[in-house]
């Protein structure tokens, strides 16, 4: 089964700095990869998505994500974080053939000013 | 236009009880999913509807739970004779079609409390 593992439950990083959030996939075959990203009392909301083509997947908010097979890695960045980053952030694969979602156990994000 | 929704947005119940959990998905999609997060932990798979019909129930914890989507709308999850270990956020999203690269838009989940 494919699965994804998310390294560090929690980042705290200061405001303005890098972001940087891990997750590692393990699959036999080109997964689809997806970041999500959880506000308190909210749903899930996505990110960005692998599916095909170019390995560099730009989202929403700034963020940014590259697909290295290489690695298995599927890590989020954002240049500059904001106070409005801190959230809990998913890392999910879904197998090209299929349609449930994998989800880590997430990654905790703290900005602090 | 209107997202998932979900409701109640809290339910506490007593164990043993039986709880019905709602869930509306985006008009027009055809697919809707349910996933439960335990506190700290990701989501994790339950079941999915193409249209009226359960396609895969693979990750449905035991016969206490089931889900229904009659008219390829409208699901209710169902749970019977709760146990404390039920307790969770429960999450249904809905997409246009069945694959695996088609973005899955959630809802805001209900807190189920199990005492």
């Known amino acids: 089964a494919q699965s994804v593992t998310q390294l560090g439950s929690h980042v705290s990083v200061s405001e303005g700095a890098l972001v940087l959030l891990r997750c590692n996939y393990s699959?036999?075959?080109?997964?689809?990869l997806f970041w999500y990203v959880q506000y308190p009392n909210q749903g899930l909301q996505l990110l960005l998505k692998y599916t095909t083509g170019a390995t560099l997947v730009k989202g929403i908010n700034g963020f940014e994500a590259e697909f290295k097979k290489s690695e298995t890695s599927f890590h989020l960045t954002k240049p500059s974080a904001h106070m409005s980053d801190a959230a809990e952030y998913f890392c999910?694969?879904?197998?090209?053939?299929?349609?449930?979602?994998?989800f880590g156990k997430g990654t905790s994000l703290l900005v602090t000013p | 236009g209107a997202g998932v929704s979900q409701t109640p947005s809290n339910k506490v119940t007593e164990k043993g009880k039986y709880v019905e959990l709602r869930c509306d998905p985006i008009s027009g999609h055809t697919a809707l999913y349910w996933y439960r997060q335990s506190l700290g932990q990701g989501p994790e798979f339950l079941i999915y509807?193409?249209?009226?019909?359960?396609?895969?129930d693979s990750g449905l914890p035991n016969d206490r739970f089931f889900a229904v989507r009659p008219e390829g709308s409208v699901s209710t999850l169902k749970i019977q004779r709760t146990e404390r270990g039920d307790s969770a956020v429960y999450l249904c999203?809905?997409?246009?079609?069945?694959?695996?690269?088609?973005?899955?838009?959630f809802g805001p989940g209900t807190r189920l409390l199990v005492l």
């Open positions: 999910a694969v879904s197998p090209n053939s299929g349609y449930a979602l994998n």
């Open positions: 699959s036999s075959v080109p997964p689809y």
């Open positions: 999203a809905s997409s246009p079609v069945v694959s695996g690269f088609e973005t899955q838009y």
């Open positions: 509807f193409q249209g009226t019909g359960a396609a895969d």
